[in-house]
């Protein structure tokens, strides 16, 4: 297994673009799943992963935001949710919105 490497801002703002550029319905569905408090990120990876099972090169790069196995109590406080993994995807949306006005 190779070593795990964080994902940069940049990284993550191309895979949103692509996404919201491929259908638009797509993003509406990656933002829905993503703005769920009560998942755990590997549920929402595994939604994620259903969501792009028809587009092999979003499911290829959506496994770089694959999150770390980590033990359970982990992911039980929503605020390390948020900063983990919902921030960025929702910092990107944002970002995204403001350009499209």
């Known amino acids: 297994m190779s070593k795990w490497e964080p994902v940069t ?3 993550s ?3 949103v673009k692509k996404v919201k ?4 319905m797509l993003y509406i569905s990656l933002l829905d799943v993503l ?10 990876y595994s939604e ?3 969501l792009f099972q028809h587009h092999e090169d979003l499911l290829a790069e959506l496994s770089k935001f694959r999150p770390l196995p980590c033990p359970n109590n982990v992911y039980t406080h929503g ?3 948020m900063i983990i993994f919902l921030m960025p995807f ?5 970002v995204l919105a403001l350009r499209s006005h």
């Open 90 to 94: 929702l910092l990107l949306s944002l």
């Open 79 to 81: 605020s390390i949710w």
């Open 13 to 15: 703002l191309s895979f």
């Open 35 to 44: 703005n769920r408090n009560d998942q755990i990120p590997l549920q929402a």
């Open 9 to 11: 801002f940049q990284e």
């Open 21 to 24: 550029a491929r259908d638009y």
């Open 48 to 50: 994620l992963s259903l």
